[in-house]
């Protein structure tokens, strides 16, 4: 039960998953020291450094830890890999004295680091790819459903909904390169001791057959990681920064559907809306507001998780020389509160994208009251094409152009075909039936819906890998 009566944060309890939640934990923390203190018995164990006896006590311990005594312990020691250490060896009475041999605080830290962070991406990613999986759904649907497209919010030219659908999830899909390959690139320290160089384990392992190398990949073994070549007392705080780019990148885009869902679901363009349960209360003065919270949640969170990577970018900016310690208390807040609202954000998206409401009426209305004026530039080059003066033909179709506007803007529908129809400098160079086909939306779409079907595909071929 979370104790209200303190200050929480609303990562703890509101926003992102248990399972997330769970990753970033301080008890999944120790646990994972303790699963690396094991790995590094084990590897010694193999050269003799630990007894068999030993390493079977601190396996028979690994889980048993108790974060209350670690906490007690700091108020004394002021280390926090110390004192879970030394808790750890009360339990352990065989094997205690041998746990942590040659290794220096960052070997057991930022390898388990690296291991909750590549678990945690796991975890995004497969959320990406449900969220990139829902717009695939809605590409394909709606690739030919012509809708009004704009510009500076001003109505431009008719479009489709499944290629607006296209736009956010060409997005999400360099995002899901991005994520795989920092997946690729992130590693662990390994074991390299104080200042990089390994001469603690040179020094361990001296009079044996086993090099400090070796040592490190029998460990790295044991907890399927990977180690950089070169590290100073820490891994490269690069990776920090990258991770959180990718996160921000992804954040990036699932706001700007968000926002534009906001923006469709306002009455003045009235086509799509955020799913509304019958309970829900958009306002406590208000009854009837339907306002968009749920989007305007991911947009209010996408923006905490973009502030973010100039943090790591100063840490590893300003961590100087082999190491100093000023990331540290940063770290304990970017990292996991990245990954939790990135989490939320991605899950809220699921439920954004899979319950929208599509309101094809409205959309057929914001067709027909703004599409004919996207006809004018086809009108000029089929009337030139036939003989007409261009400049002249221009003047002609502003001056029905402003017209037609003066009635949309009074509320009362389009009359630009009519006026069209009605002009006698048009009408010498273009019939109705091809001032008809001009004005017919399906002609102003271009190629949009079969460029929007190749990008399903690529999301059903590049989310099956």
Same mark, same amino acid.
């Given at each position: 039960?979370?104790?209200?009566?303190?200050?929480?944060?609303?990562?703890?309890?509101?926003?992102?998953?248990?399972?997330?939640?769970?990753?970033?934990?301080?008890?999944?923390?120790?646990?994972?020291?303790?699963?690396?203190?094991?790995?590094?018995?084990?590897?010694?164990?193999?050269?003799?450094?630990?007894?068999?006896?030993?390493?079977?006590?601190?396996?028979?311990?690994?889980?048993?830890?108790?974060?209350?005594?670690?906490?007690?312990?700091?108020?004394?020691?002021?280390?926090? +890999? +110390?004192?879970?250490?030394?808790?750890?060896?009360?339990?352990?009475?065989?094997?205690?004295?041998?746990?942590?041999?040659?290794?220096?605080?960052?070997?057991?830290?930022?390898?388990?680091? =690296?291991?909750?962070?590549?678990?945690?991406?796991?975890?995004?990613?497969?959320?990406?790819?449900?969220?990139?999986?829902?717009?695939?759904?809605?590409?394909?649907?709606?690739?030919?459903?012509?809708?009004?497209?704009?510009?500076?919010?001003?109505?431009?030219?008719?479009?489709?909904?499944?290629?607006?659908?296209?736009?956010?999830?060409?997005?999400?899909?360099?995002?899901?390169?991005?994520?795989?390959?920092?997946?690729?690139?992130?590693?662990?320290?390994?074991?390299?001791? $104080?200042?990089?160089?390994?001469?603690?384990?040179?020094?361990?392992?001296?009079?044996?057959? =086993?090099?400090?190398?070796?040592?490190?990949?029998?460990?790295?073994?044991?907890?399927?990681?990977?180690?950089?070549?070169?590290?100073?007392?820490?891994?490269?705080?690069?990776?920090?920064?990258?991770?959180?780019?990718?996160?921000?990148?992804?954040?990036?885009?699932?706001?700007?559907?968000?926002?534009?869902?906001?923006?469709?679901?306002?009455?003045?363009?009235?086509?799509?809306?955020?799913?509304?349960?019958?309970?829900?209360?958009?306002?406590?003065?208000?009854?009837?507001?339907?306002?968009?919270?749920?989007?305007?949640?991911?947009?209010?969170?996408?923006?905490?998780?973009?502030?973010?990577?100039?943090?790591?970018?100063?840490?590893?900016?300003?961590?100087?020389?082999?190491?100093?310690?000023?990331?540290?208390?940063?770290?304990?807040?970017?990292?996991?509160? *990245?990954?939790? *609202?990135?989490?939320?954000?991605?899950?809220?998206?699921?439920?954004?994208?899979?319950?929208?409401?599509?309101?094809?009426?409205?959309?057929?209305?914001?067709?027909?009251?703004?599409?004919?004026?996207?006809? =004018?530039?086809?009108?000029?080059?089929?009337?030139?094409?036939?003989? $007409?003066?261009?400049?002249?033909?221009?003047?002609?179709?502003?001056?029905?152009?402003?017209?037609?506007?003066?009635?949309?803007?009074?509320?009362?529908?389009?009359?630009?075909?009519?006026?069209?129809?009605?002009?006698?400098?048009?009408?010498?160079?273009?019939?109705?039936?091809?001032?008809?086909?001009?004005?017919?939306?399906?002609?102003?779409?271009?190629?949009?819906?079969?460029?929007?079907?190749?990008?399903?595909?690529?999301?059903?071929?590049?989310?099956?890998?």
């Amino acid at each position: 039960m979370i104790n209200f009566k303190t200050y929480q944060s609303p990562f703890s309890w509101r926003y992102g998953s248990e399972k997330m939640r769970g990753i970033f934990s301080e008890e999944n923390k120790y646990r994972t020291w303790r699963k690396l203190w094991v790995a590094l018995a084990k590897a010694q164990n193999s050269t003799g450094l630990v007894s068999t006896e030993e390493l079977k006590d601190l396996e028979k311990n690994v889980d048993d830890f108790d974060i209350g005594r670690i906490l007690e312990i700091e108020k004394d020691t002021n280390h926090d +890999v +110390v004192s879970a250490l030394k808790e750890f060896s009360e339990k352990a009475k065989i094997g205690g004295g041998k746990i942590h041999l040659g290794a220096t605080s960052q070997d057991i830290v930022d390898n388990a680091e =690296t291991l909750r962070n590549k678990e945690a991406l796991n975890i995004i990613e497969e959320k990406l790819i449900s969220v990139l999986k829902l717009l695939e759904e809605k590409i394909s649907k709606y690739a030919d459903h012509a809708c009004m497209g704009y510009t500076h919010l001003q109505p431009a030219e008719p479009t489709t909904l499944g290629y607006r659908f296209a736009f956010y999830a060409q997005d999400l899909l360099l995002d899901l390169g991005q994520l795989r390959f920092i997946k690729q690139t992130i590693k662990g320290k390994g074991l390299k001791g $104080a200042v990089g160089t390994a001469a603690s384990y040179s020094a361990l392992l001296k009079g044996t057959t =086993t090099t400090p190398a070796q040592l490190e990949e029998k460990f790295l073994k044991d907890l399927d990681l990977d180690a950089v070549l070169i590290s100073s007392q820490v891994n490269p705080r690069k990776f920090d920064y990258f991770i959180l780019s990718s996160l921000a990148s992804i954040a990036s885009s699932i706001s700007k559907f968000a926002f534009d869902l906001r923006i469709m679901q306002s009455p003045g363009f009235g086509e799509w809306s955020e799913p509304f349960g019958k309970k829900q209360v958009g306002s406590s003065a208000m009854p009837f507001k339907r306002n968009p919270f749920t989007s305007e949640k991911v947009c209010s969170l996408a923006r905490y998780v973009r502030s973010l990577p100039p943090v790591a970018l100063e840490n590893a900016s300003v961590s100087l020389l082999e190491r100093t310690l000023d990331d540290s208390a940063n770290k304990r807040v970017i990292m996991p509160e *990245a990954f939790l *609202a990135t989490d939320d954000i991605l899950e809220t998206a699921k439920k954004l994208i899979g319950g929208m409401v599509i309101n094809e009426n409205k959309i057929m209305q914001n067709l027909n009251q703004y599409a004919p004026f996207s006809a =004018t530039e086809l009108i000029i080059i089929e009337s030139v094409k036939k003989g $007409a003066d261009r400049q002249e033909t221009h003047e002609v179709l502003r001056e029905i152009s402003m017209k037609a506007w003066e009635e949309v803007s009074n509320g009362n529908p389009n009359p630009m075909k009519d006026l069209l129809l009605s002009d006698q400098t048009i009408n010498k160079y273009l019939n109705k039936k091809e001032i008809e086909e001009l004005l017919d939306v399906k002609s102003h779409t271009g190629d949009a819906p079969e460029r929007a079907k190749k990008l399903a595909e690529n999301i059903k071929n590049l989310c099956s890998r």
